[in-house]
């Protein structure tokens, strides 16, 4: 999307992915949605760290975000 002259490019979950392959934890699609982090992210929280879709998410990021 071009506005004023300026392109924004849309994210996606890759890009919030990639560059946290050495430490998973530490991304915003994990960091800003577990129930610890609650207080900091307006949306809410998800799951804990021990939760399935969290640990699933965590290997995901940690072997580089691959298309499985």
Known sequence: VTVSGT???KKG?????LPY????ASSP???????QDALD??????WSMSDADYKAIKKWISEGALNN
């Open 13 to 17: 979950a890759k890009d919030m992915a």
């Open 41 to 46: 992210h307006p949306g809410g929280w998800f």
């Open 21 to 24: 392959v050495n430490d998973p």
């Open 29 to 35: 699609a994990l960091s800003k949605t577990k129930v």
């Open 7 to 9: 392109t924004y490019t």
